[in-house]
């Protein structure tokens, strides 16, 4: 994963297949700090990513949590 080798706050990217619901993934992603995940935003990385899979994504829910 190019993200975690290459973004010093990214401490966890992962690309997950769930047992339900075909045609989906899951991408649980952990960042170091409230900066890390905003530099993730405006990586090329993520903008070469997006730009990739285009044509293959319906639909993105984002849900930004806290580790409790």
Request: charged share 30%; with cysteine; aromatic share 10%.
């Given at each position: 994963m190019q993200?975690?080798?290459s973004e010093e706050g990214?401490?966890?990217f992962?690309?997950?297949d769930p047992l339900e619901g075909e045609d989906r993934v899951?991408?649980?992603e952990m960042y170091a700090g409230e900066a890390a995940p905003e530099a993730?935003?405006?990586s090329p990385i993520l903008a070469r990513t997006r730009e990739r899979y285009a044509d293959v994504i319906?639909?993105?829910?984002?849900h930004v949590c806290k580790v409790l």
């Open positions: 993200t975690l080798a990214c401490l966890r992962e690309v997950c899951f991408l649980y993730h935003k405006a319906e639909s993105r829910d984002i």
